[in-house]
């Protein structure tokens, strides 16, 4: 007898706990609605897939605005909503039970958006169920697998993948009051103006409240890769060596754009096997902390045995938690490449790949659709010396005759200019000018 009260004292808490939330949310989800936000590049096509029976499922690291995106996407429709990343929600929540506390909270409607969706376990099962009673149904997520196999079985093609990364240099740009419509016909003035934001954007990154807020990148960022590394990484995946993954974290953070092996990695880093560094790098990739980018080959086996490239997620983050006060100008801008071809779809080592000659000269970028190869992308800071020159477009027309590729762009700081090589063109485009082109 005294059992079954305890059960019952306990449901009815959990119960009284779970009202309180959802109306403490409803007046969050109100509040958030009613300010005024930086609309992002992918919101046109967004709207167009609000109404569809599609499942829309918005992915990318916490903070880079997928919450804000996902109410702004519903904004004008009558919606419940919950965000399972809050503390106060138990991790044995009764998914009927929620459901019945929306539908009292909100009123009869069939549209819902869940936040944080991957800290409901079984989710998918969940999800699913909602889809066939006919819902309309929005989800946000911080796991960067939802983007894979598990997403696709869990939701068996039902559904829409939005990613959602820092800002773009146009959202960058929107967030600060500039547009700028013509890149190529810009005044001198604009120009300069132009290369003052870029160089903010270079070294701070697009995280949309260091941006809109003018936060110090440093405090806020050094903050939020330590809490990100934990709360994605360490208690996620109940990591028991937590500074060993504090370690990796570091140090592919002070190594952006360099290529690295798991077997001298392991070594470095002093790791048991391998293995362990591979399960760990694969932890900070599904957290959006970080991206391998693998070199091209046209044989999936050569692609898989070679070295990788390290990549981070946001320049902001090279800035906090490097080592060096100033982290070297190329380094930045070869990542600031990458992640923008990133935020324009394409796929790392599925259409996004670097790539090394016969002769070990390194092209950074290799852009592919599908079985054609579209484009080889070099870049660097500037050309001081011929010799610097000559290396870079070595590079690329050694990589043009073996790859069977003629479209060839260097991207620089300033530097604007065709160049003829042979019977080959070298495009050098500024850096602005092309994020512009977007």
Known sequence: MYFTKTVLFVKYHV?????????????????????????????????????????????????????VFALMMLRGRDFAYFNFDDESVNSRLNPDQLMDELAE?????????????????????????????????????????????????ALTGRHIPIEILPFDFQEFLRAKGKQFQNGSRLSSQDKNQVHHLLERYLVGGGYPEVVVK????????????????????????????????????????????SPYSARRLTQKLDFNSSHTLEKYLGYLVEAYLIFTLQRYSSQAGQRLRSSRKIYVVDNGFVTAKGVPHSPDTGQLMENLVFMELVKRGF???QDLFYYQTRQQHQVDFVLKSGSSLLELIQVAYRFDRTETEDREIKALLEASRELKVDRLTILTWDRDEVVQRGSQVVCFKPLWLWLLEK
Not at 28 to 45: C, G, N, P, T
Not at 46 to 65: C, E, F, M, Q, T
Not at 224 to 240: A, E, G, N, P, T
């Open 214 to 257: 003018d936060l110090d990148v440093r405090s806020y960022l050094g903050v939020l890769f330590d809490s990100l590394l934990f709360q994605d990484v360490v208690k996620r995946h109940r990591v028991r060596f937590s500074n060993q993954m504090g370690h990796l974290g570091s140090y592919l953070v002070n190594n952006v754009t």
């Open 105 to 153: 909270a909100y009123g009869p409607t069939q549209n819902v958006l869940f936040d944080e969706v991957q800290n409901l376990p079984r989710w998918e099962l969940f999800v699913n169920r909602l889809h066939r009673q006919g819902y309309n149904i929005v989800l946000t997520g911080s796991n960067a697998r939802l983007l894979g196999r598990e997403l696709a079985t």
């Open 15 to 67: 119960f009284k706990m779970l009202k309180s939330v959802v109306l403490r949310q409803k007046k969050e989800k109100e509040r958030l609605l009613s300010l005024h936000y930086i609309k992002r590049s992918q919101a046109d096509q967004a709207h167009k897939w609000a109404d569809s029976d599609l499942i829309k499922v918005i992915l990318g690291p916490r903070r880079s605005g997928k919450s």
């Open 347 to 349: 796929q790392p080592n």
